[in-house]
């Protein structure tokens, strides 16, 4: 079901997330994370030669995590292709400092002191949310083919985090009947 019919409005915005995982031919994974955002209007900025054009990207910015099955980071890459600043492209190095972080809980906060505040990049470190949901999409079904269809690993690191997963829901019922709890209000 699409969103209600808006009032009468004007762009003023796009962000663009996209994330892709690849399995890589020596057992590692590569997870790919962009962000590209653009406005509908021309507007000036010294470092770009004085304007960045309608539609032009204001920001493009990219990051590849290489893992492990285990979701440990391995190696990281990072780019700028498009920033309002040009000294904005000189953190792309403090990525590195990823490496060797799992992503398991904590990542978030582990992720956000790696990236390094005012010496790293909002933008890219925004991006390493999505980034971590693709890796975990992405190798899910690996973990499953490798123990033969059955859950690997924490199974309860999902319990309790959105509402299918609540400890009394349907969802956790069928397929994780040992953890699951009925509710009081039945």
Avoid at 34 to 50: A, E, L, Q
Avoid at 79 to 101: F, R, W
Avoid at 175 to 180: L, T, V
Wanted: glycine share 6%; with cysteine; net charge neutral.
């Amino acid at each position: 079901m699409p969103l209600t019919k808006p009032v009468k409005r004007k762009l003023a915005h796009t962000r663009v997330v996209t994330c892709h995982g690849h399995q890589r031919e020596d057992g590692l994974w590569d997870i790919e994370g962009r962000i590209v955002d653009t406005k509908p209007y021309r507007f000036k900025n010294r470092d770009r030669g004085g304007w960045i054009e309608a539609d032009e990207a204001l920001h493009d910015m990219s990051i590849r995590l290489t893992i492990n099955l285990d979701l440990e980071v391995q190696d990281v890459e990072a780019v700028i292709d498009a920033s309002p600043y040009n000294y904005c492209q000189s953190v792309t190095t403090v990525a590195k400092n990823l490496v060797g972080l799992r992503i398991a809980p904590g990542w978030t906060d582990k992720s956000r002191k790696a990236m390094g505040s005012n010496r790293g990049c909002t933008h890219l470190t925004e991006l390493l949310g999505p980034v971590a949901t693709t890796a975990i999409q992405t190798i899910v079904s690996e973990r499953m083919k490798r123990s033969e269809g059955k859950p690997q690993g924490n199974t309860t690191a999902f319990l309790n985090s959105c509402h299918s997963y609540a400890a009394d829901s349907p969802v956790v019922e069928l397929h994780w009947p040992e953890h699951y709890q009925p509710s009081n209000n039945s």
